[in-house]
Structure formats: structure tokens, C-alpha cells
């Protein structure tokens, strides 16, 4: 046994040592500095004025969706017993890494010019996007797979992760700027399916009863967690709106899509679980729900009260997703999701892409007035017909569940 934990901490080590020995070494064959005067690296094909340039990022949204993603996703695994402190460090190297990592692949394809990557607080951004649907994807095999099997996939998600995203932003144009699809669905939905291949009944059950031995310290987690997100998810949402209206409505749709998410729990918990209060990692829950539901349909003309409907939905569906659905993951599908990624990420990622398609529907001059152009910049062209968004964004949602699908078989067999 000793021989067996020195060995898979050399693995661990030595594979550490050899990612970061091959990213220096890109980084200093491609990765420049870019100003504000380089080249748009848009497709040609597309209008691209409602991309965000390094002029358009203030220092501080950068800072909130970097803590959003450093602090938020290590406090949400941390409540899993005896798995908890070791889940957030494996966090945090994961975050080291997909964000070099990320600034590469995805800069190949966005950002590359006369064989350079430029980088600059927009690929920084993009980096922590992709970093965050590795994380939610760890989510669902957290206690099942080493250290070792956690940097390999996130290795490979990132560059699935990344052809998704250049797929559908860049060459479907495809308006999703929370990222609906993704990150929360797509990073759900790997996660789910590399969790279906590597399932193994024994183990799984051992282990699903260590994770229920829990204590009161996760509450008090959970409440960091679920304060850290109400804070700092805004700015997640609306980092990629660069003008000041643009901003102002993903921000606020996002605040009225968390209270109505809370409420639903208040809500419906106590008639499921027969609690008089909802436990705070349901509270918690509840919120990634609602943040999720609002990725697409943030900066689009949702109306406040639209905002509430979508994150009381949203709440709705998740605490009913965790106890009727997880079941039957399980049982039936033979999917162990640890953290129920499929109820605060997958199904409310969903559920926001199909409220985007429906808001396309009025993405006219007359309705959006300027804002047409930094939504949907191929419709205020004349371009692309308003039916012609509809369908590319209705699209969008089958071929990111079917890369996320291959990519995580793929990944799980590896």
C-alpha cells in the first residue's frame, strides 16, 4: 500500500511537471502580448462588433469571474466529507492548468495571427469560461476518479470544449454570451457521460454512503459558496456585454432570475423533503440553477418579470430534477452524479438556451432598437433573416449536447 500511494503521487507530480515543461514551452514558441490596435480576429464572415475587445474589459469584472471561478467552484465541492479539502486543491490545480491551457487551444483558433497568439483580458476571460465547464464536469465524477485521471480530462474538455465554442459563436454565430450551452450544458453533459463510463455499481455505492457522512461544517461551505456566487455570477454573466446598457440588463436579469430561484426553494423543498427550512446547499443549488437558466437569455430583451418566470422555473425544475431524476440516473442510466450537475447545470442550461430561441423570435429593429447590433449583429445587418437566427439557435442546442456526448465517452474510455 505505501508503494502503491508513493507511485501515484510520482504519476501525479511527473505529469505535472511535464504539462507545465510543454506549456512554457508554447507559450514562448506562440503566446505574445496584444494591444488594443491588433487586428480583429473575429471571422471574417461574421460582424464581430459586439465582441469584446481588451478596451471594453475593466479590471474589476475581470477580477470578479476570476474569483467566481477560483473561489466559487472549489467552496461548491467542498462539502463532501471526507473528499472535500482534497476536491478543492484538485480544483485549484485544475484551474492552473485549463487556464494555460485554454489560452492556447482557443487561441488558435480566435486569437492567432502570423503564426503569433495574442493575448489579453479577453482570452484571459474566454480561458476562465473553459475553465469552468472542466470544473462542473469534475463535478460529476468527484470521489470516482484520481488526480491523475482529473488533469488528463480536463486536458481533453478543454479542446472539445473550445471546438464547441468556435463552432457556434464564431461560425454559427450563435448568441449565447452567459454561456447556456457552453459551459453549464456542455460541461454538465461531459461530465455525465464520462461519469457513465467509468461506472462501476460496487465502488459507487461504497462511496455514495461516504459522501452522505457530512456533518455541519458543509452548511457553513455552502453558505460561502452561495455568497461568493450572488456576488461575483453577475459579472460572469454579463463579462462578455461591453457597453453599459448591454451590461446593466444581463447583470439585473441575472439578479431577478437568483431571487426567484431562491423563493422556488423555499417553495417546493418543504413539500419534498418535509423540511420546514431548505438546507443550505439546496439554497445554493438552487442559485447555480438560476444563474445557468439566464446565460443565454441575460443580455436579450427577457423584461424583468420574464427573469423571474425563467429562474422560478428554473429552481422548480432542479429541486425536482434531484429528487425524481437523480434516481433514475442511477438506477436506470447508470450515471452516479456526485454533485448533480445534471439538476444545477444541464437542465437549466437547457431550459435557458430554449428561453434564448424563444426571445430570437422578437429580435427586430423595433424591439431591440441599437442593442440589435451587439445581440444579434448578422440580423442587424440584413444578413440573416430573424427565422434564420431561430433555427441556428435552436440548433445550437442538439450539436453542443453531441460533442459534450462524444467528447466525454471519448474521455472516459481513455
Known amino acids: 500500500m505505501p508503494e502503491h500511494t508513493a507511485a501515484s503521487r ?3 507530480s511527473g505529469l505535472c511537471f511535464l504539462l507545465q515543461i510543454l506549456n512554457i514551452l508554447l507559450f514562448a514558441v506562440f503566446v505574445r502580448y496584444g494591444s488594443e490596435s491588433s487586428p480583429d480576429r473575429c471571422s471574417p464572415q461574421l460582424n464581430c462588433s459586439r465582441r469584446n475587445q481588451d478596451l471594453g474589459f475593466q479590471h474589476p469584472r475581470f477580477q470578479d469571474v476570476h474569483i467566481q471561478v477560483l473561489l466559487s467552484f472549489g467552496l461548491l465541492v467542498a462539502f463532501f466529507g471526507r473528499y472535500g479539502p482534497g ?5 485549484i490545480l485544475i484551474i492552473a492548468f485549463d487556464i494555460q491551457w485554454a489560452v492556447l487551444i482557443q487561441g488558435f483558433f480566435n486569437f492567432f495571427l502570423n503564426g503569433k497568439i495574442y493575448v489579453g483580458a479577453q482570452s484571459m476571460v474566454s480561458a476562465d469560461f473553459c475553465t469552468a465547464a472542466v470544473l462542473i464536469s469534475t463535478g460529476a465524477v468527484l470521489g470516482r476518479v484520481n488526480p491523475v485521471q482529473m488533469l488528463l480530462l480536463a486536458l481533453l474538455e478543454v479542446t472539445v470544449c473550445t471546438l464547441n465554442e468556435y463552432i457556434l459563436l464564431s461560425l454559427m454565430g450563435v448568441s449565447d454570451s452567459g454561456r447556456s450551452l457552453t459551459v453549464h450544458t456542455f460541461g454538465a453533459y461531459f461530465g455525465l457521460m464520462v461519469s457513465r463510463i467509468l461506472y462501476q455499481p460496487h465502488k459507487d455505492k461504497r462511496k455514495r454512503e461516504e459522501r452522505q457522512d457530512m456533518g455541519h461544517q458543509p452548511d457553513l461551505l455552502a453558505v460561502a459558496g452561495t455568497i461568493y456566487l450572488w456576488i461575483f455570477w453577475p459579472s460572469f454573466t454579463s463579462a462578455t456585454t461591453v457597453h453599459d446598457n448591454a451590461e446593466n440588463w444581463a447583470m439585473l436579469n441575472t439578479y431577478f432570475s437568483l431571487v426567484a430561484t431562491t423563493m422556488a426553494t423555499f417553495i417546493l423543498s418543504p413539500v419534498l423533503y ?3 427550512t431548505p438546507r443550505m446547499v439546496q439554497i445554493q443549488n438552487a442559485t447555480l440553477a ?20 425563467a429562474g422560478f422555473l428554473a ?13 433514475i440516473l442511477h438506477s436506470r442510466l447508470k450515471i452516479q452524479d456526485a454533485c448533480g450537475v445534471h439538476n444545477i447545470h444541464g437542465l437549466p442550461g437547457i431550459l435557458g438556451s430554449l428561453l434564448g430561441t424563444l426571445l430570437t423570435l422578437l429580435a427586430t429593429a423595433d424591439t431591440y432598437g441599437d442593442r440589435l447590433e451587439l445581440v444579434f449583429p448578422l440580423v442587424a445587418q440584413g444578413s440573416r433573416t430573424v427565422t434564420d437566427q431561430v433555427f441556428i ?20 474510455e481513455i
Open 274 to 276: 418535509g423540511e420546514s
Open 393 to 412: 439557435q435552436l440548433g445550437a442546442l442538439p450539436l453542443t449536447l453531441l460533442l459534450a456526448t462524444l467528447g466525454g465517452c471519448v474521455t472516459g
Open 10 to 12: 510520482l504519476r501525479l
Open 87 to 91: 476536491s478543492a486543491a484538485i480544483s
Open 315 to 327: 429552481g422548480l425544475i432542479s429541486l425536482l430534477g434531484f429528487r425524481f431524476f437523480t434516481p
Open 290 to 309: 438560476g444563474m445557468a437558466v439566464m446565460g443565454m437569455a441575460g443580455e436579450m430583451l427577457v423584461t424583468p418579470f420574464g427573469a423571474l418566470i
